[in-house]
């Protein structure tokens, strides 16, 4: 799946779970999960070996077997991340959610100048070892727009009705 089309599922996702008038998505990555806190064991070595190596202080993270592969998820700094791999162990995407306080500066700024008066609900970033993209949820108290930024480039993607 390409990121945008990633991104749109993921704010998607966000915006239906926050009671905010949008449609849930056709695909709804939480129905492909067949094993919940899977052991160790039963995961691939290889991601096993990935996961370690570029989260190496990462404690009680928990791993589910899908359809399609490996999840691991773990939450630190109030993030949420999710690290997803193929079925052969291979890093296919990280997802990290940001519902706090603690959001990148520079899209904090983005925001500021581009919508002001507009609050960030949520920042998704997306990574897949090569590109780096944001779907950025903002708020002026009537409407909620999905900002796609990568690469200096922003595009309003998405627009949500408040649930009255």
Do not use: C
Not at 20 to 25: D, H, L, Y
């Amino acid at each position: 799946m390409p990121l945008r089309a990633t991104i749109v599922l993921i704010a998607g996702l966000l915006a239906y779970s926050q009671n905010i008038r949008a449609q849930k998505p056709e695909f709804d990555t939480t129905e492909t999960i067949s094993v919940n806190n899977a052991s160790l064991n039963a995961i691939s070595t290889r991601a096993v070996r990935h996961f370690i190596k570029h989260y190496p202080d990462v404690q009680n993270e928990k791993w589910f077997i899908t359809s399609k592969g490996f999840v691991a998820s773990f939450t630190s700094n109030s993030e949420i991340y999710r690290i997803y791999y193929n079925q052969k162990g291979i890093f296919r995407l990280s997802v990290i959610i940001y519902d706090g306080k603690n959001y990148p500066q520079t899209l904090e700024r983005l925001v500021s100048i581009g919508y002001p008066g507009a609050e960030i609900k949520n920042i998704v970033e997306l990574f897949n070892g090569s590109e780096r993209l944001y779907g950025i949820t903002i708020s002026n108290q009537q409407l909620y727009r999905l900002i796609e930024y990568s690469d200096s480039d922003t595009e309003v993607v998405d627009e949500y009705n408040r649930q009255m």
